[in-house]
């Protein structure tokens, strides 16, 4: 299963290495740093997912488990269960559906593009690596959970969604100024880390889950960024 999982993710990668590739050469300086981060963010994801699944790494998930859990008290536990709630599914698939429709409705082609993409991206290939690689959770949490653990999906729903919401303001907005955009991104990351530190916190993933899940993110993130808008757009 470990073997075929590593070929389906290296498939997954190549094709999307493949089709950015091709338009490189009508990249800006921009896109070309973005495409040299790209390619990092899809290394060390395939070290993620090489040492996740053949567990290299589970002692240091269980001792990140056994010192959040030793944190647990009702008064974090509310807090948490609070931030966890801002990466849920329910809750990202309702705030990305308005702010698709807000898209729209602005004629924003270029980012309704990029939004849709990134979204529809990380939710696919968050359930299907979690079927392919089949990581338990772990045994005790706060909150119920059901599906495999690797990878977060709350991390890398949380990634892709503040970076839609991050990248239309700033194509909608461009007069504003560094300043503000450098606590749009403070904000983007502070919120970011919550919600992966929340799901530490609840047990609902091991510490390599949520690093990995913060990589799918940026993965898509940046495959949208880099990928040419279709012409039916």
Request: contains cysteine; charged residues 10%.
């Amino acid at each position: 299963m470990t073997t075929f999982a590593f070929i389906v993710l290296c498939l997954f990668l190549l094709v999307g290495y493949i089709s950015i590739y091709r338009r490189k050469d009508l990249f800006t300086p921009s896109q070309d740093r973005v495409f040299f981060t790209h390619l990092l963010i899809i290394v060390l994801f395939l070290v993620v997912c090489i040492v996740s699944a053949l567990h290299l790494v589970d002692s240091i998930n269980s001792g990140v488990y056994d010192f959040f859990h030793s944190f647990w008290n009702s008064r974090f536990d509310t807090v948490m269960i609070m931030a966890s709630f801002l990466g849920s599914a329910e809750n990202l698939s309702v705030l990305s559906c308005l702010l698709l429709i807000v898209l729209h409705f602005r004629k924003e082609r270029r980012l309704f593009f990029f939004t849709f993409i990134s979204l529809a991206g990380a939710v696919v290939s968050d359930l299907t690596l979690k079927s392919i690689f089949h990581i338990a959770r772990p045994t005790v949490e706060l909150i119920p959970e059901t599906f495999w653990s690797f990878p977060s999906g709350h991390s890398t729903m949380i990634v892709v969604f503040l970076s839609a919401v991050y990248y239309a303001w700033t194509r909608m907005y461009p007069n504003v100024g560094r300043g503000k955009r450098y606590i749009a991104l403070t904000f983007v990351f502070l919120l970011s880390l919550l919600v992966g530190v929340s799901r530490l916190y609840l047990g609902a993933h091991w510490l390599f889950d949520v690093i990995g899940g913060y990589l799918l993110g940026l993965f898509w993130v940046s495959y949208a960024y880099l990928s040419p808008r279709p012409k039916v757009l």
